[in-house]
């Protein structure tokens, strides 16, 4: 699976939710989070698509959905343990750890698998 056939949607939640926080709670904070951190992986996720379509790999995006996600990860497991609230910390926070293993996974295993000609 491609980094960003999960990257796209992710980055989508994660906006939705910001948007969705904002409108119920007045939430600005959420609001910067969602929007900032969704716009950064929406962009990593197209700069990898695009490289894919050229039959390369970007290692830049992948990183840079890593440290997002990993930001992710540290912010709402901290909300997470000082509040206990599994909504919005804990399932972000979750989310999150899982799509960091996933990044590292791409890295670590050489990024997107380009087929060959043939396949």
Do not use: W
């Not at 119920?24 to 990593?44: C, E, M």
């Amino acid at each position: 699976m491609h980094d960003f056939c999960f990257t796209i949607p992710y980055g989508l939640i994660l906006m939705a939710g910001g948007v969705v926080a904002y409108a119920r709670k007045g939430s600005v904070a959420s609001l910067g989070g969602g929007l900032g951190a969704g716009v950064l992986l929406l962009l990593a996720g197209f700069l990898s698509l695009k490289a894919f379509e050229k039959r390369k790999n970007s290692y830049f995006a992948l990183i840079l959905e890593t440290a997002c996600a990993f930001a992710l990860t540290f912010v709402m497991g901290q909300r997470y343990v000082q509040t206990s609230k599994i909504m919005p910390a804990g399932i972000v926070a979750a989310i999150s750890a899982l799509m960091t293993g996933f990044y590292l996974y791409k890295i670590a295993t050489g990024g997107n698998h380009i087929p060959s000609k043939a396949e």
